[in-house]
């Protein structure tokens, strides 16, 4: 998706977003539940969850903040409407009929809401 295509379709996530809908925006799901909180979503590749550690989840999680960090940078509207709100960042594993969070980060802390081997 070229740049042009990310701001159009953040533009698009704003307005669904403000109506609390969650919005896909490339490899990232955004939800916002009201005008305190707003979601960034990750998804794990793997096909099988026995093969997801939480290293890897945790690795998981830095890509979508790094992710997000460059839709920020690429759309003042997005930076307008997050702007004092708590952003929490989750990594789920989709299953095929459905999804599963694995953790989620939320002011700096790490909450494992799947249990996951260690390494």
């Given at each position: 998706m070229n740049e042009k295509e990310l701001t159009?379709?953040?533009?698009?996530?704003?307005?669904?977003?403000?109506?609390?809908?969650?919005?896909?925006?490339?490899?990232?799901?955004?939800?916002?539940?009201n005008k305190n909180n707003f979601f960034v979503s990750g998804w794990a590749e793997s096909y099988d969850l026995k093969n997801i550690s939480k290293t890897r989840a945790l690795n998981e999680l830095n890509e979508t903040k790094e992710l997000f960090s460059k839709m920020l940078s690429a759309s003042p509207d997005l930076r307008k409407f997050i702007k004092d709100r708590n952003i929490e960042y989750s990594v789920s594993y989709n299953y095929g009929m459905g999804s599963l969070e694995l953790c989620r980060e939320k002011n700096g802390n790490i909450e494992w809401t799947t249990e996951l081997n260690d390494n």
């Amino acid at each position: 998706m070229n740049e042009k295509e990310l701001t159009d379709r953040i533009k698009n996530a704003i307005i669904l977003l403000q109506d609390g809908h969650s919005f896909k925006v490339g490899d990232l799901t955004f939800g916002s539940d009201n005008k305190n909180n707003f979601f960034v979503s990750g998804w794990a590749e793997s096909y099988d969850l026995k093969n997801i550690s939480k290293t890897r989840a945790l690795n998981e999680l830095n890509e979508t903040k790094e992710l997000f960090s460059k839709m920020l940078s690429a759309s003042p509207d997005l930076r307008k409407f997050i702007k004092d709100r708590n952003i929490e960042y989750s990594v789920s594993y989709n299953y095929g009929m459905g999804s599963l969070e694995l953790c989620r980060e939320k002011n700096g802390n790490i909450e494992w809401t799947t249990e996951l081997n260690d390494n």
